[in-house]
């Protein structure tokens, strides 16, 4: 009988009404002694494999699911009997222990049960190992989940891969026709120039530009399309000395701008060198060539760490970008200003931000128009 | 105690004599971990497994194998060639040491030990933030209560690290608890 003692909370119930409530979980749960022989079968496991309580119990587990590695199933037991503890199957590493059909016959295009399996310890009042209880949780649910996320991410990838070779074949095969309208154009200018009128001479100059405006975005699309299928080999990375190179590229613009670079000690960092010095140059290249008409240009770079990563900020004294532009300017060709005003083509922070991604970080700007801004990327620390 | 216990289950197990280190148990920092895994996932290529067990309060071990101790151990414990993956040998290890050792622990103590599967979180070739994966920036710890033992098997060049990390909650109560022990 149940009975709920006076003044308790604990309901105290009989051995019925246990094994109805194990009947009503939407869980296998069967017991083994440790011949593997059948104690305990619930409603759940009838149903699964059709087969009735009474026509499993006393018979041992592995000549009723012949399927289930018999060794394999006799250490499981043998270990949580030595051990007195549990031990687990995983539908991810073993989809099917138990062969019983699909909880979705009709609509599930699988043909079994994907199913954890956990192998627990019965004590009996000397603490001994006296059964194993082994529940079973239905997981094909679950599995299907994954797996069409899985598909999706493999078409995903494909789609990445053909698109990156897309734009890589796209580029080679766009500059062969352009070189030949460069050339061609070289050879009209110096040849022909002076049979044109100043308005000829105008259109000419137009054509050129653009053949070389459109030399410098197919090579930007080449390069963005390196970064994301190069084989990334991590190294030590100093960042002084990156900094050092940097300095040394620009420094014919710092001299032009009568600007400066400052850097500060920097960190040894893990990542790809050549990467990693590209993203410094465009990041501090950028803070020279948007400077301010009103002060020499001056561009700062330090970095700091916290427990996990590498922050690097990069912080300049120029023209500042409104904050609704701070997402925008990170896409590929996106610009905010005409070419007249600064030269560029909107590939350079796609490439930074590109880089900084395959670096497992992230690259924000914190800026405000007039005000100058600092470029941040964080990297873990390896 | 335990430690001794568990070694004696588990040479019971793999027929074979465990060594044990003396169990180096100190706090550390997110940081101080994060050094430590980087120290010594160059040292080999290593699988680095997770378990959660409930003792009391939650806690999280780790055990970092290196690759080829798949192979004779699943010899050893009498599983037939090819009848488990390396990963799921990888796993059964993890949650064998695991269930020794807090099995053990949690009889000493007189305490019921709950385990949740564990999960592989690298094998030897993925090896790429392990740290930050373990001890994620997001996590709300600070420091961590770390039982390290090293297990070596007699006659096997097998070395396996188990880690135990215990939440603030979780040491506090179990030193409460094992000073109770020994009074």
Redesign the interface.
Same mark, same amino acid.
């Given at each position: 009988m149940n009975t709920l003692s006076e003044g308790s909370n604990y309901l105290r119930l009989t051995d019925s009404v246990w094994e109805s409530m194990v009947d009503q979980l939407n869980q296998g749960v069967l017991v083994v002694d440790d011949k593997l022989r059948v104690l305990f079968w619930n409603r759940f496991l009838e149903q699964s494999s059709s087969m009735k309580r009474g026509q499993v119990l006393g018979r041992e587990l592995s000549a009723l699911f012949p399927e289930i590695p018999t060794n394999w199933l006799k250490r499981k037991i043998a270990n949580v009997f030595c051990l007195g503890s549990y031990s687990f199957a995983s539908w991810r590493q073993r989809p099917y222990v138990f062969p019983f059909p699909s909880p979705r016959p009709l609509t599930g295009d699988c043909q079994y049960m994907r199913q954890d399996v956990t192998f627990f310890p019965l004590f009996d009042a000397e603490k001994d190992v006296m059964a194993v209880s082994i529940t079973l949780t239905d997981r094909t649910e679950e599995c299907l989940r994954e797996e069409e996320l899985q598909r999706l991410n493999n078409a995903l990838s494909r789609s990445n891969e053909e698109l990156d070779k897309f734009a890589s074949l796209a580029s080679h095969d766009l500059k062969a026709p352009l070189r030949t309208i460069d050339s061609f154009a070289g050879i009209l200018e110096s040849e022909y120039s002076h049979l044109l009128d100043p308005e000829g001479r105008l259109y000419f100059q137009h054509l050129q530009a653009g053949a070389r405006r459109m030399q410098t975005m197919i090579d930007g699309i080449l390069s963005l399309s390196r970064v994301q299928t190069k084989v990334l080999e991590p190294t030590d990375v100093d960042l002084n000395e990156v900094c050092q190179n940097v300095l040394l590229d620009l420094s014919e613009t710092v001299q032009e701008s009568g600007g400066r670079i400052i850097f500060d000690d920097m960190p040894t960092v893990v990542g790809e060198l050549s990467l990693l010095r590209q993203l410094l140059m465009n990041l501090v290249g950028n803070g020279l060539k948007y400077r301010s008409a009103e002060r020499a240009p001056e561009v700062s770079v330090r970095a700091f760490q916290d427990q996990t990563s590498w922050t690097v900020e990069v912080e300049d004294n120029g023209i500042g970008i409104e904050s609704r532009f701070h997402q925008k300017i990170f896409g590929l060709f996106e610009r905010l200003h005409s070419v007249e005003e600064f030269s560029g083509t909107g590939i350079g922070l796609a490439l930074c931000l590109k880089i900084v991604e395959r670096h497992q970080g992230q690259l924000w700007v914190e800026s405000e128009p007039g005000e100058g801004s600092i470029f941040s990327f964080r990297i873990p620390r390896g | 105690m335990a430690m001794g216990q568990a070694g004696s @289950?588990?040479a019971? &197990?793999f027929g074979r004599f465990v060594e044990l280190s003396i169990p180096n148990v100190n706090i550390h @920092?997110? %940081?101080a971990l994060?050094s430590k895994v @980087?120290q010594i996932l160059p040292k080999g290529e290593l699988w680095v497994a997770t378990q959660p067990f409930h003792m009391h309060v939650g806690g999280e071990s780790v055990v970092l194998a290196q690759h080829y101790v798949s192979s004779p151990l699943a010899e050893l414990? *009498? =599983?037939?060639e090819g009848?488990?993956?390396d %990963?799921?040998m990888l &796993? %059964?290890l993890a949650? &064998?040491i695991? *269930?020794?050792f &807090?099995?053990q622990l949690g009889?000493l103590l007189g305490v019921p030990v709950g385990?949740t $599967? $564990?999960t592989l979180l690298c094998n030897a070739s993925q090896r790429?933030?392990v740290? @930050?994966q373990l =001890? $994620?920036?997001t996590a709300e710890w600070t420091h961590s209560l770390v039982m390290e033992v090293e297990f070596n098997l007699e006659g096997e060049s097998l070395s396996l690290y188990l880690w135990l990390l215990l939440t603030e909650k979780c040491s506090q109560w179990l030193t409460t608890v094992v000073e109770e022990f020994f009074e």
């Amino acid at each position: 009988m149940n009975t709920l003692s006076e003044g308790s909370n604990y309901l105290r119930l009989t051995d019925s009404v246990w094994e109805s409530m194990v009947d009503q979980l939407n869980q296998g749960v069967l017991v083994v002694d440790d011949k593997l022989r059948v104690l305990f079968w619930n409603r759940f496991l009838e149903q699964s494999s059709s087969m009735k309580r009474g026509q499993v119990l006393g018979r041992e587990l592995s000549a009723l699911f012949p399927e289930i590695p018999t060794n394999w199933l006799k250490r499981k037991i043998a270990n949580v009997f030595c051990l007195g503890s549990y031990s687990f199957a995983s539908w991810r590493q073993r989809p099917y222990v138990f062969p019983f059909p699909s909880p979705r016959p009709l609509t599930g295009d699988c043909q079994y049960m994907r199913q954890d399996v956990t192998f627990f310890p019965l004590f009996d009042a000397e603490k001994d190992v006296m059964a194993v209880s082994i529940t079973l949780t239905d997981r094909t649910e679950e599995c299907l989940r994954e797996e069409e996320l899985q598909r999706l991410n493999n078409a995903l990838s494909r789609s990445n891969e053909e698109l990156d070779k897309f734009a890589s074949l796209a580029s080679h095969d766009l500059k062969a026709p352009l070189r030949t309208i460069d050339s061609f154009a070289g050879i009209l200018e110096s040849e022909y120039s002076h049979l044109l009128d100043p308005e000829g001479r105008l259109y000419f100059q137009h054509l050129q530009a653009g053949a070389r405006r459109m030399q410098t975005m197919i090579d930007g699309i080449l390069s963005l399309s390196r970064v994301q299928t190069k084989v990334l080999e991590p190294t030590d990375v100093d960042l002084n000395e990156v900094c050092q190179n940097v300095l040394l590229d620009l420094s014919e613009t710092v001299q032009e701008s009568g600007g400066r670079i400052i850097f500060d000690d920097m960190p040894t960092v893990v990542g790809e060198l050549s990467l990693l010095r590209q993203l410094l140059m465009n990041l501090v290249g950028n803070g020279l060539k948007y400077r301010s008409a009103e002060r020499a240009p001056e561009v700062s770079v330090r970095a700091f760490q916290d427990q996990t990563s590498w922050t690097v900020e990069v912080e300049d004294n120029g023209i500042g970008i409104e904050s609704r532009f701070h997402q925008k300017i990170f896409g590929l060709f996106e610009r905010l200003h005409s070419v007249e005003e600064f030269s560029g083509t909107g590939i350079g922070l796609a490439l930074c931000l590109k880089i900084v991604e395959r670096h497992q970080g992230q690259l924000w700007v914190e800026s405000e128009p007039g005000e100058g801004s600092i470029f941040s990327f964080r990297i873990p620390r390896g | 105690m335990a430690m001794g216990q568990a070694g004696s @289950s588990l040479a019971k &197990l793999f027929g074979r004599f465990v060594e044990l280190s003396i169990p180096n148990v100190n706090i550390h @920092s997110r %940081e101080a971990l994060h050094s430590k895994v @980087s120290q010594i996932l160059p040292k080999g290529e290593l699988w680095v497994a997770t378990q959660p067990f409930h003792m009391h309060v939650g806690g999280e071990s780790v055990v970092l194998a290196q690759h080829y101790v798949s192979s004779p151990l699943a010899e050893l414990m *009498g =599983f037939d060639e090819g009848e488990v993956t390396d %990963e799921e040998m990888l &796993l %059964e290890l993890a949650n &064998l040491i695991n *269930g020794a050792f &807090l099995g053990q622990l949690g009889n000493l103590l007189g305490v019921p030990v709950g385990f949740t $599967p $564990p999960t592989l979180l690298c094998n030897a070739s993925q090896r790429q933030n392990v740290a @930050s994966q373990l =001890f $994620p920036e997001t996590a709300e710890w600070t420091h961590s209560l770390v039982m390290e033992v090293e297990f070596n098997l007699e006659g096997e060049s097998l070395s396996l690290y188990l880690w135990l990390l215990l939440t603030e909650k979780c040491s506090q109560w179990l030193t409460t608890v094992v000073e109770e022990f020994f009074e």
